[in-house]
């Protein structure tokens, strides 16, 4: 590792497009995060019509509907033999919603656009004709991924999601719907990258999920040899994580 303090790279893509139910909140905690152990984070912000950058550490897209979707398929389409090379070398990604579903390998929209993805994830989505019902409510989800625990958050989306034979799911639902209402699981997670229909936003009541994408992307930038991350208190974001299960456990629907 270099001397002085670490620093990440954080590339944000279309935040002015692909930010609903308050995703941008997922950057501001990890922002934070990082500020309170003295870690630098360099954040750059990919806006249509914009090339990806060199290089990253950490990449987030939150979720947009159908509308901001069509306008940034194409150009994340584009950019995603750079996204796949990113994640097979372990950058840590974190996809919401409308921006997972075009990290995966494509979105049939309701008024049958064909979008493309960048093929992040083994998935692809298709949404129900006009007037089908969406998939609004409070979900519990349990990750696939150790150590994590619960999740606990908000899905709002047409689109149902399907894993293909190279997908793994991020959590299987308790309450809600997941990826399509039928096979109970939620999200999709490769290498280091994670896509989930959560909102909330997600980061910051989910202080574990939170470091779990910084030590990858301190992994990605320093190798074996990069610093621990710092404990900090989490009672806060805990007890935020408390309330949004036990409202999910009395207000979501069982899962399928
Ligand atoms: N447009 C997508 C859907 O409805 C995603 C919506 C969202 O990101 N909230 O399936």
Redesign the pocket.
């Known amino acids: 590792m270099s001397a002085g303090a670490p620093s990440l790279r954080v590339v944000v893509l279309y935040p002015d497009l692909m930010d609903?139910?308050a995703d941008r909140g997922n950057a501001i905690a990890l922002a934070d995060r990082c500020r309170r152990r003295g870690i630098g984070l360099e954040r750059v912000d990919v806006r249509l019509g914009k090339a990806l950058p060199e290089e990253a550490d950490l990449v987030l897209i939150g979720?947009?509907?159908?509308r901001e979707?069509e306008r940034v398929a194409p150009e994340l389409a584009a950019a995603g033999g750079r996204l796949r090379a990113w994640r097979d070398e372990g950058v840590a990604m974190l996809a919401v919603?409308?921006g997972y579903?075009l990290f995966g390998r494509g979105y049939r929209t309701s008024r049958g656009a064909e979008l493309p993805g960048a093929g992040v994830f083994d998935v692809t989505?298709v949404?129900p004709p006009p007037g089908a019902p969406?998939h609004v409510g409070e979900v519990l989800a349990f990750s696939e991924i150790p150590g994590l625990g619960t999740l606990a958050g908000f899905e709002?989306?047409?689109?149902r999601t399907y894993l293909g034979p190279g997908g793994r799911p991020f959590a299987r639902v308790e309450r809600g719907r997941g990826n399509n209402g039928q096979d109970g699981t939620e999200g999709a997670i490769s290498v280091e990258a994670v896509g989930t229909y959560l909102h909330g936003p997600l980061l910051p009541r989910h202080p574990a999920l939170s470091d779990r994408l910084l030590e990858a992307a301190m992994r990605h930038r320093y190798g074996t040899g990069a610093p621990a991350l710092a404990p900090l208190a989490d009672a806060y974001a805990e007890a935020a994580h408390a309330v949004a299960a036990r409202v999910a456990r009395e207000r979501g629907v069982p899962a399928p």
């Open positions: 609903v139910y979720g947009g509907q159908d979707q919603c409308g579903q989505t949404a969406r709002n989306h047409a689109g």
